[in-house]
């Protein structure tokens, strides 16, 4: 079973930058895509990001589509989201997901989760 724990979470203001990350354990990270989910106050989660367990694709979610950039470095188990041009529509906890089937990467293939950190934007 893996094990994720996201860092960087925290109050900005809009038009302002974060970088979250994720760091994974307890089995083979780079067999597995890699994605970021949110979830706002009385809202459902949401897909945000995804990228392939070897990097070379990306996907994202029209919402944050030329504002945020996920990217992952295998040799060190992470997973990162950068995040610029912050609205407060972003405002939200924000979970790292590990692909449940290796060497696929789906908005709807994420099995493992890692507690969430919280992102606030305000305006």
């Known amino acids: 079973q893996v094990q994720l724990v996201e860092s960087g979470g925290g109050l900005v203001q809009a038009g302002g930058s974060l970088r979250l990350s994720c760091a994974a354990s307890?089995?083979?990270?780079?067999?597995?895509?890699m994605g970021w989910f949110r979830q706002a106050p009385g809202k459902e989660r949401e897909f945000v990001a995804a990228?392939?367990?070897?990097?070379?694709?990306?996907d994202y979610a029209i919402s944050v589509k030329g504002r945020f950039t996920i990217s992952r470095v295998n040799a060190k188990n992470t997973v990162s989201l950068q995040m610029n041009n912050l609205k407060p529509e972003d405002t939200a906890v924000y979970y790292c997901?590990?692909?449940?089937?290796?060497?696929?990467?789906?908005?709807?293939?994420?099995?493992?989760w890692g507690q969430g950190t919280q992102v606030t934007v305000s305006s």
């Open positions: 990228i392939s367990p070897s990097g070379s694709t990306t």
């Open positions: 307890g089995r083979t990270f780079s067999s597995y895509a």
């Open positions: 997901a590990a692909g449940s089937r290796p060497y696929y990467i789906s908005r709807t293939a994420f099995g493992s």
